[in-house]
């Protein structure tokens, strides 16, 4: 079954860490793209980080920058977002997704959700940041 598992969400105080998981099920993350979103109540999903293993770079929200890390760990066909720092405004669900690229270099990411695959999101998993 192709499908993309998410965890790590919990409840944490204001300035404390989580890492979510985002692992890959029935196929190789190769070429590819994948996006952090977040959804917070009565609020539209956004792009919080991207990763792209074309040009290896990752772009993030300003809402999120220098706090918020993607990682890869392709023996275990994960992609990691390691979230520092967090603020209450960070509660929401967090998804990931992802879409496939063509085999060359210097094809950046977006944080575009529409910009993915739609059958290549995860479940989500709850981060709730408590003040």
């Known amino acids: 079954q192709v499908q993309l598992v998410e965890s790590g969400g919990g409840l944490v105080q204001s300035g404390e860490s989580l890492r979510l998981s985002c692992t890959a099920s029935?196929?190789?993350?190769?070429?590819?793209?994948i996006g952090w979103f977040r959804q917070a109540p009565g609020k539209e999903r956004e792009g919080v980080s991207c990763?792209?293993?074309?040009?290896?770079?990752?772009r993030s929200s300003d809402s999120v920058k220098g706090r918020f890390t993607i990682s890869t760990d392709n023996r275990k066909n994960t992609v990691y977002l390691e979230m520092n720092s967090l603020k209450p405004e960070d509660t929401a669900i967090y998804y990931c997704?992802?879409?496939?690229?063509?085999?060359?270099?210097?094809?950046?990411?977006?944080?575009?959700?529409?910009?993915?695959?739609?059958?290549?999101w995860g479940q989500g998993t709850q981060v709730t940041v408590s003040s």
């Open positions: 997704a992802v879409t496939f690229l063509i085999a060359s270099p210097n094809i950046p990411c977006e944080m575009r959700d529409d910009w993915y695959e739609d059958d290549f």
């Open positions: 990763f792209s293993s074309s040009d290896k770079r990752t």
């Open positions: 029935g196929f190789i993350l190769d070429h590819y793209a």
